[in-house]
């Protein structure tokens, strides 16, 4: 049944192929990379222009190939990619015409943008850009007493006049550029509102009209906005498209205040940075992101995965060799994850559940052995058959001499006799395809 809300009704439909597509990848990349510290270095260490600045002069990332980024995305199984158009720091990775600080004043000369625009559409790949709401760079956006912006505490900066409609003019101006200069774009992911810098601080309504004037089609995060509007049953014209939990999987998915699925993204880091950090190494295992990549869509959200590419335009080697181990795992099992959200089960005590959206086929997500065959609450006389979902062979229904006190719960396993117990096909995610009746 179509919302009658008409903000509602145009965002379920824009965000069709977004709830389709499932996993994503995010790309933090820029000056920043340099240091190597992460890219709140500026903030957290409270380095000026003027000593930041040579990074700029040093920035030359000779190894750039977004073409083999994107190929490393698409083995991995993600289906679009958002890349930092501008971060914090103001630096552009792109040809604007609105300022000098960007990759094409660089020893690079390249415009980064374009080029991973048209390396991710040539593989298939939908495309995003990440464009930071604050400016660390820019002389009209506020320094001194601002929460975050590097020189917050200095002096020096308290009593310099700055106009801050100059700075959403260029802001505006900006993404202008991008949404008129870069061809067809999917995805704006804004970032971030905080305190009174928020909402129609940015002109949010107008930014949002003016992108959905350029491309219809585009879908917008929720980050124009800090009051959590796209939970209520009545967002505005900025609420976004989708909800963006980050370094989080939230409990219970991300729902209005009718209890009426809300489309979201948790977007999350393999390491601990968003931006190259040179020291950290707690990677997170391939399980783990596969695991919650299953939690994400098991509550109807998307997975968005963080690399963070060097100085040189290099993805760390750690990073691609997590994606390479996901992505195998997805070429046996995508069909458990694309098009898919919640079942509409209890979540069993072996793992999880995902439904196709389409098909209604259920996928039994089993992580963990259970002692004797595998338990499905309720559903005795309800599925058809159950197949291995990487290979395709048959799982036999089965009725173990074990179960007969629980004649509404159906049973399956993975070897003879069916009440003993046997490890699993896969001991990442064995997924099972249950065909129902
Ligand atoms: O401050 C940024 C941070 O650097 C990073 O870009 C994340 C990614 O979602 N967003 C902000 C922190 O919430």
Same mark, same amino acid.
């Given at each position: 049944?179509?919302?009658?809300?008409?903000?509602?009704?145009?965002?379920?439909?824009?965000?069709?192929? #977004? +709830? $389709? /597509?499932?996993?994503?990848?995010?790309?933090?990349? %820029? =000056? *920043?990379?340099?240091?190597?510290?992460?890219?709140?270095?500026?903030?957290?260490?409270?380095?000026?222009?003027?000593?930041?600045?040579?990074?700029?002069?040093?920035?030359?990332?000779?190894?750039?190939?977004?073409?083999?980024?994107?190929?490393?995305?698409?083995?991995?199984?993600?289906?679009?990619?958002?890349?930092?158009?501008?971060?914090?720091?103001?630096?552009?990775?792109?040809?604007?015409?609105?300022?000098?600080?960007?990759?094409?004043?660089?020893?690079?000369?390249?415009?980064?943008?374009?080029? #991973? +625009? $048209? /390396?991710?559409?040539?593989?298939?790949?939908?495309? %995003? =850009? *990440?464009?930071?709401?604050?400016?660390?760079?820019?002389?009209?956006?506020?320094?001194?007493?601002?929460?975050?912006?590097?020189?917050?505490?200095?002096?020096?900066?308290?009593?310099?006049?700055?106009?801050?409609?100059?700075?959403?003019?260029?802001?505006?101006?900006?993404?202008?550029?991008?949404?008129?200069?870069?061809?067809?774009?999917?995805?704006?992911?804004?970032?971030?509102?905080?305190?009174?810098?928020?909402?129609?601080?940015?002109?949010?309504?107008?930014?949002?009209?003016?992108?959905?004037?350029?491309?219809?089609?585009?879908?917008?995060?929720?980050?124009?906005? %800090?009051?959590?509007?796209?939970?209520?049953?009545?967002?505005?014209?900025?609420?976004?498209?989708?909800?963006?939990?980050?370094?989080?999987?939230?409990?219970?998915?991300?729902?209005?205040?009718?209890?009426?699925?809300?489309?979201?993204?948790?977007?999350?880091?393999?390491?601990?940075?968003?931006?190259?950090?040179?020291?950290?190494?707690?990677?997170?295992?391939?399980?783990?992101?596969?695991?919650?990549?299953?939690?994400?869509?098991?509550?109807?959200?998307?997975?968005?995965?963080?690399?963070?590419?060097?100085?040189?335009?290099?993805?760390?080697?750690?990073?691609?060799?997590?994606?390479?181990?996901?992505?195998?795992?997805?070429?046996?099992?995508?069909?458990?994850?694309?098009?898919?959200?919640?079942?509409?089960?209890?979540?069993?005590?072996?793992?999880?559940?995902?439904?196709?959206?389409?098909?209604?086929?259920?996928?039994?997500?089993?992580?963990?052995?259970?002692?004797?065959?595998?338990?499905?609450?309720?559903?005795?006389?309800?599925?058809?058959?159950?197949?291995?979902?990487?290979?395709?062979?048959?799982?036999?229904?089965?009725?173990?001499?074990?179960?007969?006190?629980?004649?509404?719960?159906?049973?399956?396993?993975?070897?003879?006799?069916?009440?003993?117990?046997?490890?699993?096909?896969?001991?990442?995610?064995?997924?099972?395809?249950?065909?129902?009746?």
């Amino acid at each position: 049944m179509q919302n009658s809300n008409p903000v509602i009704r145009d965002r379920n439909q824009r965000t069709e192929w #977004f +709830l $389709e /597509a499932r996993f994503g990848m995010f790309i933090h990349w %820029g =000056l *920043y990379a340099i240091p190597a510290r992460g890219e709140w270095v500026r903030s957290v260490e409270k380095i000026s222009n003027e000593a930041y600045q040579k990074y700029f002069e040093e920035f030359d990332p000779v190894a750039y190939d977004p073409g083999a980024w994107a190929k490393a995305a698409k083995k991995a199984g993600m289906k679009y990619a958002v890349l930092t158009a501008k971060h914090h720091d103001g630096f552009c990775l792109f040809d604007s015409k609105l300022t000098e600080y960007k990759s094409t004043n660089t020893k690079c000369g390249r415009d980064l943008v374009r080029e #991973f +625009l $048209e /390396a991710f559409r040539a593989e298939g790949l939908k495309v %995003g =850009l *990440y464009y930071s709401l604050l400016d660390w760079h820019h002389e009209d956006y506020p320094a001194f007493g601002d929460p975050f912006h590097p020189m917050r505490e200095n002096e020096e900066y308290k009593d310099r006049k700055r106009d801050f409609s100059r700075y959403v003019d260029y802001l505006h101006g900006q993404v202008k550029e991008l949404l008129t200069e870069y061809g067809h774009i999917d995805i704006m992911w804004y970032d971030f509102s905080y305190d009174n810098m928020t909402g129609e601080t940015w002109r949010a309504a107008d930014l949002v009209n003016m992108a959905r004037q350029l491309q219809p089609h585009i879908l917008i995060d929720n980050r124009l906005d %800090g009051s959590q509007s796209i939970k209520t049953g009545n967002p505005f014209t900025y609420s976004g498209d989708f909800a963006s939990p980050e370094q989080l999987i939230p409990a219970n998915g991300v729902t209005d205040g009718s209890g009426n699925p809300v489309p979201w993204e948790a977007c999350i880091t393999l390491n601990n940075n968003w931006g190259y950090h040179s020291s950290d190494r707690n990677y997170k295992s391939p399980k783990l992101i596969i695991r919650k990549l299953v939690e994400c869509v098991s509550k109807n959200g998307n997975m968005l995965l963080n690399v963070g590419p060097d100085a040189k335009g290099q993805i760390p080697e750690e990073s691609l060799s997590i994606l390479e181990q996901v992505g195998s795992w997805l070429r046996q099992n995508g069909s458990s994850i694309y098009g898919c959200g919640k079942a509409g089960l209890p979540k069993p005590d072996w793992g999880r559940f995902t439904r196709n959206i389409k098909t209604g086929k259920i996928y039994a997500h089993v992580f963990e052995q259970s002692i004797g065959a595998v338990c499905v609450e309720n559903l005795a006389g309800k599925v058809g058959s159950i197949r291995l979902l990487k290979d395709g062979s048959e799982i036999p229904v089965t009725r173990p001499w074990n179960t007969h006190d629980y004649p509404e719960d159906l049973f399956f396993n993975f070897g003879i006799p069916d009440g003993a117990t046997y490890p699993l096909p896969d001991d990442i995610d064995t997924v099972a395809e249950l065909e129902l009746i």
